[in-house]
T-cell receptor
Framework: DGGITQSPKYLFRKEGQNVTLSCEQN?????MYWYRQDPGQGLRLIYY???????QKGDIAEGYSVSREKKESFPLTVTSAQKNPTAFYLC????????????FGQGTRLTVV | RKEVEQDPGPFNVPEGATVAFNCTYS??????FFWYRQDCRKEPKLLMS???SGNEDGRFTAQLNRASQYISLLIRDSKLSDSATYLC????????????FGQGTTLQV
């Protein structure tokens, strides 16, 4: 079945550590997105990519980095520079052109301990 | 001004009520619009796409007003299972490709 997979589902990080969240899709979508959601809040855009080897900063990119070496994969690294990383992270993909909906992974809950 | 803004919640309604949510967007070049539903601690899922002519799916009706730059969602005959957060989504498309979410409106039936 086609879909988008995020891993791990839960992640604990010590302060000062970098961690990488995985996002893989087999929907053949060109566009991929990373969002952060805090309790009771909407989704805020971190980074997005419309094509392999290219990506753009979203509204809250500071303290995060991404890569897009393959169409299927868009990993997000939460660096030690991100001062408040505890949140729910969601990855999405969609066809370019914007006429169809975005599909989401099940999310990763990151907690700093 | 935020790129996408929604009615503040929460909306608390009795079963059987009709409830409407509005969402405004700032970029007139926005090309496509959606309503998503998000249940607690889950990922968002598509509820409806929003077309210029308006569209209806059972008890749900979505409308787009490009001149005033807002979209709406109407839920008729509310059911307990409709309790969730409803997210307005705007796709800038074209060269930007930004997909922007509103902050969400919580409905409790």
């Amino acid at each position: 079945d086609g879909g988008i997979t995020q891993s791990p589902k839960y992640l604990f990080r010590k302060e000062g550590q970098n961690v990488t969240l995985s996002c893989e899709q087999n929907l053949n979508h060109d566009a991929m997105y990373w969002y952060r959601q805090d309790p009771g809040q909407g989704l805020r855009l971190i980074y997005y990519s419309q094509i392999v080897n290219d990506f753009q900063k979203g509204d809250i990119a500071e303290g995060y980095s991404v890569s897009r070496e393959k169409k299927e994969s868009f990993p997000l690294t939460v660096t030690s520079a991100q001062k408040n990383p505890t949140a729910f992270y969601l990855c999405a993909s969609m066809e370019t052109g914007g006429r169809t909906e975005a599909f989401f992974g099940q999310g990763t809950r990151l907690t700093v301990v | 001004r935020k790129e996408v803004e929604q009615d503040p919640g929460p909306f608390n309604v009795p079963e059987g009520a009709t409830v409407a949510f509005n969402c405004t967007y700032s970029n007139s070049a926005s090309q496509s619009f959606f309503w998503y539903r998000q249940d607690c601690r889950k990922e968002p899922k598509l509820l409806m796409s929003v077309y210029s002519s308006g569209n209806e799916d059972g008890r749900f009706t979505a409308q787009l007003n490009r001149a005033s730059q807002y979209i709406s969602l109407l839920i008729r005959d509310s059911k307990l299972s409709d309790s969730a957060t409803y997210l307005c989504v705007v796709n800038m498309a074209g060269n930007t490709g930004k997909l922007i979410f509103g902050q969400g409106t919580t409905l409790q039936v």
